[in-house]
């Protein structure tokens, strides 16, 4: 059992068509035919999304995602169509909406790694493999890898775990020309965004990303590749501070990882294994949470958070 502990109704605006509520946004259509994403202060970890909001989370995902888009336009096209608040739509949208191209997504969950920690660890020290690549021996936990990889998992409903898979597999399931396109973007953008993060003093140890193609592109650019959803977050990506990374133990990142510490000390009194809801999150935890969000937007992109 997992998924939401308090599902919120989505909010109705006249003109929007509500499509989906996932664990974090909030997915709309408009008159035209667009998508409109707004990302809401929810948080999850172990396959729940908690009681608890982060202030300002969704936010700096967004406005971190845009930058990024931009930073990147040159690699690969994205989604973003612009960042207007929808008439009608509450206040309260401003800074955490995209208007998006609709896009045929390709179902697979484009993962980079140039670090070995999280579920490819696991994997490594069961096999010496992640997602069915040999990697050598002697690595421990936060180890560079001698070159980074590109390690897709299949996406999962909320709730649900993602699951990695080989690339053999994502060649049966897209086509072996679209799966070679995958890992040929997913590896160019990675390392395009772990030199801009080293500049700015951080390890971008791995991150996902989600592409599609845009069928109203025509023929031949509408098969190219666009980069959509959520680009670079601390949702999607471990950033860890360069100058206290540290291989062989756990290092510390810009995202939930206080959250999910938080859930598993005695202090939550909350049993993983019992398949409860957790409880709602203190408030030392949220601010600390929220600090560590907003502190990667602004080593990232040299602005202050307001």
């Not at 667009?34 to 982060?54: C, F, G, H, N, Q």
């Not at 070159?147 to 998992?153: M, S, Y």
């Not at 598993?264 to 030392?284: C, K």
């Amino acid at each position: 059992m997992s998924g939401f502990v308090d599902k919120p109704e989505p909010v109705q605006v006249p003109g929007l068509e509500h499509l989906h509520t996932g664990k974090v946004r909030d997915l709309y259509r408009n008159g035209a035919g667009e998508l409109v994403m707004v990302a809401s202060d929810r948080i999850s970890a172990y396959d729940w999304v908690l009681p608890t909001v982060i202030p300002d989370k969704g936010r700096v995902l967004t406005q971190l995602s845009v930058w990024w888009f931009d930073q990147l336009a040159d690699l690969v096209p994205n989604h973003v169509i612009s960042t207007e608040v929808p008439e009608g739509a509450p206040a309260d949208w401003a800074g955490r909406t995209m208007v998006c191209r609709p896009l045929r997504m390709i179902p697979v969950e484009c993962v980079a790694r140039g670090y070995l920690t999280g579920s490819g660890l696991k994997e490594y020290e069961r096999d010496r493999t992640v997602c069915g690549l040999a990697l050598p021996d002697g690595l421990v936990d936060g180890s560079e890898l001698p070159a980074p990889i590109f390690t897709p998992a299949t996406k999962a409903e909320v709730g649900e775990h993602d699951e990695n898979v080989s690339y053999e597999e994502v060649a049966r399931l897209v086509g072996t020309e679209t799966a070679a396109e995958l890992r040929q973007t997913t590896i160019a953008v990675y390392s395009r965004a772990r030199e801009v993060a080293r500049d700015r003093g951080l390890i971008l140890a791995d991150t996902k990303f989600e592409f599609g193609t845009d069928p109203a592109a025509g023929e031949g650019a509408g098969e190219r590749l666009v980069l959509a959803d959520e680009v670079l977050t601390s949702d999607s990506s471990r950033y860890w501070p360069a100058d206290q990374w540290s291989p062989g133990i756990p290092q510390p990142s810009f995202d939930k990882q206080i959250v999910r510490d938080w859930l598993t000390s005695p202090a939550s009194g909350w049993d993983r294994a019992a398949e409860q809801p957790p409880p709602p999150l203190p408030l030392e935890v949220v601010e600390r949470t929220r600090a560590r969000y907003t502190e990667a937007y602004e080593r990232l992109t040299g602005s202050p958070w307001h």
